[in-house]
């Protein structure tokens, strides 16, 4: 949904009090955290889209990665799920099982297994889950909390928006997006359980509104400045030159005529680039602030543990505005 259109619709909703809730939605986190009487921390999110690869088996675990992704971005541990599940009655019994065994496959990888839901006849298909996840007490992460001086760690490249949206269309080939479908199917637990050795002020995930709409919730919550550096950036191997084409999908236009007038830009870059830093991005990497002094380190051990993509794309500044440079 169009970010404009998404505050229209929750501007003036009311909100009960609790105590024991100690993050709603009022940064735009990734998912919500409840205090047990315990004193232990519940967090609890929801996600679920249309069809974004033709393979179902691929759509059901692409779909259980990015819902699991909003717990691991706030240092949670998944504990189980619920499926939701829109699917055409027109449609062989079949197919949606092999959407739902992508789905219990991935959360048998992460651990968890998936414990009922809901499922309605829907002519436009629509597949993913309820996670419900525990974080110890002062350890959850959230968009607040990013410190001048603190550099920004990318874990997953860029560009599954402007992949999926070709694949529909049919103007790139399923074998030149292959690193993007691995990349969706991939949890983003191994990086978020390597980040959690370290002191990670501000966490978020870069899904729909791209790595501009994500970066800014946490410049916003934060009170800081971004600056970007755009050579420093992974993408995946066929967005460089599906860029070059200019034909971006819907939500990256969206993204960057809302958060356009966030950004500052240096001068020469390219463009083509640019575009896909608002690119809309279905599961994927964790964006993390933390020390400059730990940078290296958490690379390097983010590289060990095979989230080979992860690089430093930028820094947190004074300020409230994004800047991107060469």
């Known amino acids: 949904m ?3 259109e998404l505050d229209r619709i929750l501007g003036g909703l009311p909100v009960y009090s609790d105590a024991n809730l100690v993050l709603g939605i009022s940064h735009k986190d990734d998912a919500a955290v409840y205090r047990l009487p315990s004193g232990e921390l519940l967090v609890q999110t929801v ?73 309605v006849d829907d002519q436009e298909p629509k597949y993913g889950l309820v996670v419900t996840g525990i974080v110890p ?22 560009g599954t928006g402007i992949i999926t949206t070709s694949l529909k269309n049919e103007t790139v080939a399923v ?3 292959a690193d993007a479908i691995a990349g969706m199917k991939t949890l983003n637990r191994a990086a978020a359980e390597v980040l959690a050795r370290y002191e990670v002020h501000s966490c978020t ?10 970066s800014w919730e946490i410049a916003e919550a934060s009170r800081v400045g971004i600056e970007f550096h755009l050579s420093a950036f992974p993408f995946y191997s066929a ?8 034909k971006f999908p819907g939500g990256t236009f969206s993204n960057k005529r809302y958060y356009g007038g966030m950004v500052e830009e240096s001068a ?30 958490a690379v390097s051990e983010l590289r060990k543990a095979g989230v080979h993509a992860a690089a430093v794309v930028g820094e947190i500044i004074e300020g409230g505005k994004i800047h991107i440079s060469a």
Not at 268 to 297: C, H, I, K, M, Y
């Open 47 to 119: 996600d679920f889209f249309t069809p974004v690869v033709d393979d179902p088996y691929d759509y059901g675990s692409i779909a259980a990665a990015n819902s699991l992704s909003d717990v691991y971005a706030m240092n949670g541990r998944p504990l189980f799920a619920l499926n939701i599940c829109c699917f055409p009655r027109k449609h062989p019994a079949e197919l949606w099982n092999a959407v739902l065994r992508g789905g219990a496959d991935k959360a048998i990888e992460a651990g968890i297994a998936i414990v009922g839901g809901h499922t």
């Open 268 to 297: 020469g870059l390219d463009e083509n680039l640019v575009w896909l830093l608002f690119d809309a991005q279905t599961s994927g990497g964790l964006l993390a602030a933390l020390p400059r002094e730990q940078a290296d380190s």
């Open 205 to 214: 995930d870069v899904t729909g509104n791209g790595l501009i709409g994500h």
């Open 137 to 158: 007490p002062g350890k959850y992460w959230t968009n607040e909390g990013a410190k001048p001086g603190d550099v920004l760690i990318l874990t997953k490249p860029l």
């Open 2 to 4: 169009d970010p404009a």
């Open 239 to 246: 967005a460089r030159k599906l860029a070059e084409s200019g």
């Open 175 to 177: 074998t030149d997006a």
